[in-house]
C-alpha cells in the first residue's frame, strides 16, 4: 500500500501559501524515503501550533 500525508487546520487558516510551507515541511519530516503504509499527519491549530504525526497506516 501507498503511503498518505494529511494536512489538517483550524477552520480559516488553511491558504496556498499554508499549502505550500506544510507541503516543504512535509518533505523535509520524509528526508528522501519512501513512506510505504504510513500516514504523515500534519496539523496547525487555532494558535498556528503545528503538531507533526508519523504513524502506520491502518489496514
Given at each position: ?15 496556498l ?43
Amino acid at each position: 500500500m501507498s503511503g498518505l500525508v494529511a494536512f489538517n487546520t483550524a477552520p480559516g487558516l488553511m491558504s496556498l501559501d499554508l499549502q505550500r510551507r506544510l507541503f516543504h515541511l512535509a518533505l523535509s519530516e520524509l528526508g528522501g524515503e519512501e513512506a510505504w503504509n504510513e500516514v504523515l499527519e500534519i496539523t496547525v491549530d487555532v494558535e498556528r501550533t503545528v503538531t507533526i504525526e508519523r504513524f502506520n497506516r491502518p489496514d
